[in-house]
């Protein structure tokens, strides 16, 4: 069994580890939709969260479904735009249209990028 020689800091009078998890600058900058993922792999997905922490490519991974997701959420939200055009008077129907816009394409990349 192999013996680490790892740094402590103290902070209270405990000793803790001085270990820094590859790409934390990475994570510190995630979406919306990265933190999403994050949360899941965490939260649902552990075997799958642990490997790519293990191996540094958690970051990694969830930067590439942060910006896939934030493209397809754009490209929902415009759609559903085109199909459902803004009046130009009303300022409250153009807030609710904007948001249910916001809504659909949220669910959509939810189900289809980040909680899969």
Known sequence: MAIMDLEYIEIDGLLYPNIEVEGSELLKNLGKYG??????????????????LFTGK???????????AFELSERIRVDYLKQHPMPEEDALERIRISEQA?????????????YV
């Open 102 to 114: 916001q809504a659909v394409a949220d669910e959509i990349v939810k189900t289809e990028l980040i």
């Open 58 to 68: 958690l970051a990694e991974h969830c930067a590439a479904v942060d910006m896939r």
């Open 35 to 52: 933190h999403l993922r994050l949360e899941y792999l965490h939260g649902f997905k552990q075997e799958m969260y642990r490997e790519l």
